[in-house]
């Protein structure tokens, strides 16, 4: 079924002059115009702290779309240049009434009764915006239009800072109202984690504990922390990527299947399956953690200072850019079926894939051969990022008079079938939030129980120690590999470092 058009909309983005409204919000608005799923009554209120006006901010983000790699022709689309005639500009503190009275009086001028209200700021304004909005009546719904809240990452540092943002957030305004971005839930592939499983017999009936061995997420990223020292070094890999984004593909993988494909009921499965995560005490998170910070070396030929020789980042500072965990969804799908997740910076390669390993076949019906010896597991893998696709690994007969096993890999890549090359990943999140469907958003339920479940470890290592170090391009410390060796594992090789070393092994 094709996309409707998305309602008249006025979109009030806080934060308009910031690195995310230029870099993902408008090249998505302009995508979204293009493809006629936003229409010419789309508004844009920007707001922001530096001065200027409509024309100032208009022109601004006309030069970073032409300053923009390999995307010249976003500024000169006529999408963009129908567009930037319907955004005006607020400029002011976003603590102070006087903002939101203009932002009033321009909602009263767009004509538009819908608005959407961005909050692209850095999160010590969240809540303050929300109250402002309230106080100003800005969020009350009447006469059948909506009033809609968008949040970014992060929402809390921690179990506790959650709640309280929550709560503050809910004491003004209804969750159905309420959209909480994880972008990770706006890859196309992410997205797709839910038609693969239930859309394919073949998969679900072998998605559980009876089949599966274990199962492995990876988010692996190449960029060092850079000059973002002050941000990362009070958030650290964990709190940066696992309660939020890893979370996310670990619920979309693990979840029950949904009575519908309704928002709630998608939300209630991802929110019951993250509740399900076993809570572990200081012990436990000890033993099934590993951590650590890149020491100097080189990324890709360049020489990369070490994690804490980078500006802003405190000399004492014990904080992680790398972190693994194993986990248990203690459910009777999964249960004793560990969940084994990584992610830092300065690794080998950029990839985000989901690997899910099922158990070796039971019996050994070719134990008159050398075959039994070495038949690898099935492998699902599900490659979130580059490179987006699936695949499955296999064992086939090599042809041959002896019976002999080799593995196969069955591959599908969207960018065979698809053009999906000029999207953000943002298309779909402001789409959904204009149409009203929560799906790829987070409920406050599921925000929770993902920080209860990290509390243990920001607690284990908040009391001190040092993270162990690794080097650059690499696939993190040693204790990450210690972690599933005392399971009789390993992490399997990332599916872009296999076909390099694919490539680069001598032919015979
Ligand atoms: C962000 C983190 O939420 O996600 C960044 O703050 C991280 O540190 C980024 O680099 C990863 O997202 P993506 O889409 O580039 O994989």
Redesign the pocket.
């Known amino acids: 079924m094709d996309a409707i058009p998305a309602p008249p909309v006025t979109l009030v983005i806080f934060g308009a002059t910031g690195d995310l409204t230029r870099r993902l919000l408008l090249p998505a608005l302009i995508n979204l115009s293009r493809s006629g799923l936003v229409g010419d009554d789309l508004r844009i209120i920007g707001v922001g702290i530096e001065p200027g006006d409509s024309e100032i901010l208009t022109s601004k983000l006309h030069e970073f779309l032409q300053s923009l790699d390999g995307r010249e022709s976003l500024a000169t689309d006529q999408a963009w240049l129908r567009l930037r005639q319907r955004i005006s500009y607020v400029s002011g503190d976003f603590t102070k009434d006087t903002v939101f009275e203009e932002i009033a009086r321009d909602l009263t001028l767009s004509g538009t009764g819908n608005a959407a209200f961005y909050l692209a700021v850095p999160p010590q304004f969240f809540g303050v915006i929300v109250e402002k909005l309230s106080q100003h009546g800005l969020i009350t719904e009447t006469d059948g239009n909506f009033r809609r809240i968008a949040i970014e990452?992060p929402f809390g540092t921690d179990l506790a800072s959650a709640q309280a943002l929550n709560n503050q957030i809910l004491s003004h305004v209804a969750e159905s109202q309420v959209y909480r971005l994880d972008?990770?839930l706006g890859?196309e592939t992410v997205q797709n984690i839910m038609t693969a499983r239930f859309a394919n017999m073949m998969i679900e009936a072998l998605w559980n504990s009876n089949y599966i061995d274990n199962v492995q997420i990876t988010?692996a990223?190449v960029?060092d922390v850079g000059t973002?020292g002050k941000f990362?070094d009070a958030t650290g890999a964990l709190r940066?990527?696992v309660p939020?984004?890893l979370f996310q593909l670990l619920a979309m993988v693990a979840m029950e299947p949904p009575n519908s494909f309704d928002a709630e009921a998608i939300r209630n499965e991802k929110s019951k399956l993250l509740k399900a995560i076993r809570i572990y005490n200081s012990d436990e998170a000890a033993v099934h953690s590993a951590r650590g910070a890149y020491s100097a070396g080189s990324l890709s030929g360049n020489p990369i200072a070490a994690y804490l020789d980078t500006k802003d980042v405190s000399d004492l500072s014990n904080t992680e850019t790398f972190v693994a965990l194993k986990l248990y969804a203690d459910t009777w799908r999964w249960a004793g079926v560990p969940f084994y997740l990584r992610t830092g910076k300065a690794m080998a390669a950029r990839d985000?894939e989901i690997v899910v390993t099922f158990r070796q076949v039971p019996f050994a019906q070719f134990r008159e051969t050398d075959v039994h010896r070495n038949l690898p597991p099935n492998r699902l893998r599900i490659q979130v990022?580059p490179d987006e696709g699936l695949s499955m690994e296999m064992s086939i007969k090599s042809p041959g008079l002896s019976v002999e096993t080799v593995p196969v890999s069955l591959d599908f890549r969207y960018a065979d079938q698809f053009d999906i090359g000029k999207m953000t990943?943002y298309e779909s999140l402001l789409y959904e939030l204009f149409v009203g469907d929560q799906t790829l958003f987070q409920r406050a339920d599921g925000i929770e129980a993902g920080w209860a479940v990290v509390q243990p470890f920001l607690d284990l290592w908040a009391k001190g120690g040092r993270p162990d170090t690794y080097e650059p391009g690499t696939m993190g410390p040693k204790s990450a590999n210690d972690l599933l060796e005392r399971d009789g594992r390993r992490w399997r090789e990332l599916s872009v470092l296999s076909r390099r070393s694919h490539k680069s092994a001598p032919t015979s």
Do not use: C, I, L, S
């Open positions: 990452k972008h990770f890859k988010a990223e960029v973002r990362y940066d990527m939020n984004h985000t990022q990943g």
